[in-house]
C-alpha cells in the first residue's frame, strides 16, 4: 500500500537514544491530509494517491480550487446531471494550500479519508521530498565546492574563478556538463532512507534522522522510501 | 508554535532532575564508561568554567590541572552517560566564562571559596527550571 503524508519542517535538534548517543533530528509537523482525488490506471494512466495539507480560507482560495475539493453548482454541473453523468466523488472538506500526489496503488484509500502520521507507525525509514533553501546565482566556489585560485602569486581578480573548461583547438567545443556558476538551490529535492525515530500522533509529529532539504517552515512531502537495503 | 513542538520532542531527552551546580564550583562529574559489556563509572573533577547551549545540547566544561599541564573536558549535560555531577567546593566568580583561568598558573588559579547552605542549596536545585 502507498504510504505518504505531507507536512511542514519544525526544524532540527538532537535527542539520546537508549545508549547514550546522541542523534541529530529532524521535526516534521506531518498531517493530518485529506485525500482529495484518486488517480487510476484507467482514467489517468498511472496511479496516484492526491493529498491535501493545510487549509486555505475560502475567500482567498480561487473557485477551481474550492470546486476541487468540494462540490459547487454550476450550470456546467446542473447540464451534465441532466444528461445521466456520474458526478466525480470530491472529498468535501476545506480547500487546501499545499496538494501533492503520491505515486503507488490506491486501494485501501477512499477519496475524504483523513490520514494522520499514525500511517507511518510501522514503517522504518522514509524519503523526504523539498524544494531547497534557494541561493540565487552562485559562483563555482559556493555551488560546486571548487577550490578557486590562490589569494596571491600574481592571480589577478580571479580569486573564485573555475580556472579552465577544456581542451583547445580540439575539441574547440566544451563537453556537456561542465560544472559553472548559475541558480543554486530553490529546487526539488528528496532526502532518501532517513530512519523514523519517534512518531507523535498527538500532535502530529514525526522524528526522523538526518536532515531535510528546505527552510524550517518549508512543505514537505514524506513517503515510505524506495531504497532496497542490501 | 514551532518552538513550542521542538520543545515536545526535546523534552523526552531531557533528565527530570538536571544536576545542579554553578560556575566556578569545583565538581565531580560521574561518567558511565562502557568497557565491553561492562559499565563502570568514571570520576572527572575540576572547576566548572562554562555552560553553554540549551536544551538538550547544553555543555559545560570542566578543567583541571594534571601534572601540571591544564585539561579541560566538555561534558553534554542531558547525556544519560552522566550519572551525576557532585559540588565539591564553591568558589566566588564574577563572570560567566572563566576562561581567563586559562591564562593562570599556581595559586593564581585558586577562587576564593563562597560558602553556600546546603539546605539552600537543595532549595534552589528543586526548583523548577533550575539553571545554575
Known amino acids: 500500500m502507498t504510504v505518504g503524508l505531507l507536512g511542514r519542517k519544525v526544524g532540527m535538534t538532537q535527542i539520546y537514544d537508549t545508549t547514550g548517543k546522541v542523534v541529530p533530528v529532524t521535526v516534521i509537523q506531518a498531517g493530518p491530509c485529506h485525500v482529495l482525488q484518486l488517480r487510476t490506471q484507467q482514467r489517468d494512466g498511472y496511479e496516484a494517491v492526491q493529498l491535501g495539507y493545510l487549509d486555505r480560507p475560502r475567500r482567498l482560495a480561487s473557485r477551481s480550487s474550492r470546486g476541487h475539493v468540494a462540490k459547487l453548482d454550476s450550470k456546467r454541473q446542473r447540464g451534465r446531471a441532466a444528461a445521466g453523468v456520474e458526478a466525480v466523488s470530491k472529498a468535501g472538506c476545506e480547500p487546501k494550500r499545499f496538494i501533492r500526489e503520491v505515486r503507488g496503488p490506491v486501494d485501501g484509500y477512499q477519496v475524504g479519508q483523513e490520514l494522520s502520521v499514525g500511517v507511518f507507525s510501522e514503517i522504518e525509514a522514509v524519503d523526504v521530498i523539498g524544494t531547497s533553501k534557494g541561493r540565487g546565482t552562485a559562483g563555482v566556489m559556493k555551488r560546486h565546492n571548487f577550490r578557486g585560485q590562490r589569494a596571491s602569486h600574481g592571480v589577478k581578480k580571479c580569486h573564485r574563478h573555475l580556472g579552465g573548461t577544456g581542451c583547445s583547438a580540439d575539441p574547440s567545443r566544451l563537453f556537456k556538463g561542465r560544472r559553472m556558476a548559475g541558480q543554486y538551490g530553490n529546487a526539488r529535492c528528496t532526502a532518501r532512507n532517513l530512519k523514523v525515530v519517534q512518531i507523535d500522533v498527538n500532535n502530529n509529529l514525526l522524528v526522523v534522522r538526518g536532515a531535510v532539504p528546505g527552510p524550517n517552515g518549508g512543505y514537505v512531502m514524506i513517503q515510505q522510501t524506495n531504497k532496497i537495503r542490501g | ?132
Open chain 2, 1 to 132: 508554535m514551532s518552538q513550542q513542538l521542538m520543545n515536545l520532542v526535546e523534552k523526552t531527552s531531557i533528565k527530570e532532575q538536571v544536576p545542579y551546580f554553578e560556575i566556578g564550583d569545583t565538581v565531580d562529574v560521574h561518567c558511565r564508561i562502557l568497557e565491553g559489556e561492562k559499565e563502570r563509572i568514571q570520576i572527572f573533577s575540576g572547576l566548572v568554567i562554562a555552560r553553554n547551549g540549551s536544551g538538550t545540547r547544553e555543555m559545560f566544561t570542566v578543567r583541571r590541572i594534571v601534572q601540571g599541564q591544564g585539561v579541560e573536558r566538555k561534558f553534554p549535560l542531558q547525556s544519560p552517560r552522566i550519572a551525576k555531577v557532585e559540588v565539591q567546593r564553591s568558589g566566588v566568580v564574577r563572570r560567566a566564562k572563566l576562561y581567563y583561568l586559562r591564562d593562570r598558573t599556581g595559586k593564581a588559579v585558586r577562587l576564593k571559596q563562597r560558602r553556600v547552605d546546603p539546605k539552600k542549596r537543595e532549595e534552589l536545585a528543586s526548583k523548577k527550571g533550575a539553571r545554575g
